[in-house]
C-alpha cells in the first residue's frame, strides 16, 4: 500500500463549488504540506503542518483552507471554486527535525469549469 | 528570496544518449539541493540530493554536484533509457526545510 494517499485522484467541479481533496499518511510524519503544480510553473506550497495544532500558510494560500485532523490526515479546502484553481495538487510529508527528505503522494487533478 | 531556474524543455533524446538538465539556484545561506522525478501519472520521486558544497548525489545512474562557486546543480546521466522518460525537477530547501520547486523539464527518450 501506499504511505501517502490522496483522494480524489480526479475531481471535475463547477465555478462557485466548495471541494475538499483530503491526504492520508501511514509513514508516521508530523509534517505535512499541500503544493500545486501548474505547467511551466513546478510547485508551489499552499499550506503546510508541522502537528495537529500548527498550521501555515504557504506562498499561496489565499482561496484555500486547510484542516489537519490528525497527525495522518490534512485535508485542502477550496471553498468557493474558480477556474485559475484549475491544477494537479499534491500532498507530501516529511519525518521532522533534521530530516529534509519529503514524499509525496500520487497528486489529485482538479477541474474548474 | 529563493529560487530556483532549471533550462526549460521538452528535451528529446535516444536512448544511450548524454543526459544534462541545467539547475541553478538563488538563496541566502546553504540549502540543501535535490532533483526529483515525476514519471507519467505518478507523484514526484526523490531522485538525488546533496546537503553541502561539493557533494556530489546519485542514484539510478544520475548525479549532480553541489556547486557553490556557481550556484549550480546540474544533473547528468551518461546513457539515458526509455524508462527515463519523466518530468525532472531541481529544488532547494530552506532552513525551514520548505522546498522552492523550478518549473521542471521534460524529458523523453526514444527507443
Known amino acids: 500500500d501506499a504511505d501517502v494517499t490522496q483522494t480524489p485522484r480526479n475531481r471535475i467541479t463547477k465555478t462557485g463549488k466548495r471541494i475538499m481533496l483530503e491526504c492520508s499518511q501511514t509513514?508516521?510524519?508530523?509534517?505535512m504540506y499541500w503544493y500545486r503544480q501548474d505547467p511551466g510553473l513546478g510547485l508551489r506550497l499552499i499550506y503546510y503542518?508541522?502537528?495537529?495544532?500548527?498550521?501555515n500558510k504557504g506562498e499561496i494560500s489565499d482561496g484555500y483552507s486547510v484542516s489537519r485532523q490528525a497527525q495522518a490526515k490534512f485535508s485542502l479546502s477550496l471553498e468557493s471554486a474558480i477556474p485559475n484553481q484549475t491544477a494537479l495538487y499534491f500532498c507530501?510529508?516529511?519525518?521532522?527535525?533534521?530530516?529534509?527528505?519529503?514524499?509525496f503522494g500520487p497528486g489529485t487533478r482538479l477541474t474548474v469549469l | 528570496g529563493n529560487s530556483v531556474t532549471q533550462m526549460e524543455g521538452p528535451v528529446t533524446l535516444s536512448e544511450e544518449a548524454f543526459l544534462t538538465i541545467n539547475c541553478t539556484y538563488t538563496?541566502?545561506?546553504?540549502?540543501?539541493l535535490f532533483w526529483y522525478v515525476q514519471y507519467p501519472g505518478e507523484g514526484l520521486q526523490l531522485l538525488l540530493k546533496?546537503?553541502?558544497?561539493?557533494d556530489k548525489g546519485s542514484n539510478k545512474g544520475f548525479e549532480a554536484t553541489y556547486r557553490k562557486e556557481t550556484t549550480s546543480f546540474h544533473l547528468e546521466k551518461g546513457s539515458v533509457q526509455v524508462s527515463d522518460s519523466a518530468v525532472y525537477f531541481c529544488?532547494?530547501?530552506?532552513?525551514?526545510?520548505?522546498?522552492?520547486f523550478g518549473a521542471g523539464t521534460t524529458v523523453t527518450v526514444r527507443a
Open positions: 507530501a510529508t516529511r519525518a521532522g527535525i533534521n530530516t529534509d527528505t519529503q514524499y
Open positions: 509513514k508516521g510524519h508530523d509534517r
Open positions: 503542518s508541522f502537528d495537529v495544532k500548527d498550521i
Open positions: 538563496a541566502t545561506g546553504y540549502p540543501s
Open positions: 546533496a546537503t553541502k558544497a561539493d
Open positions: 529544488a532547494l530547501s530552506d532552513r525551514d526545510y520548505k522546498l522552492s
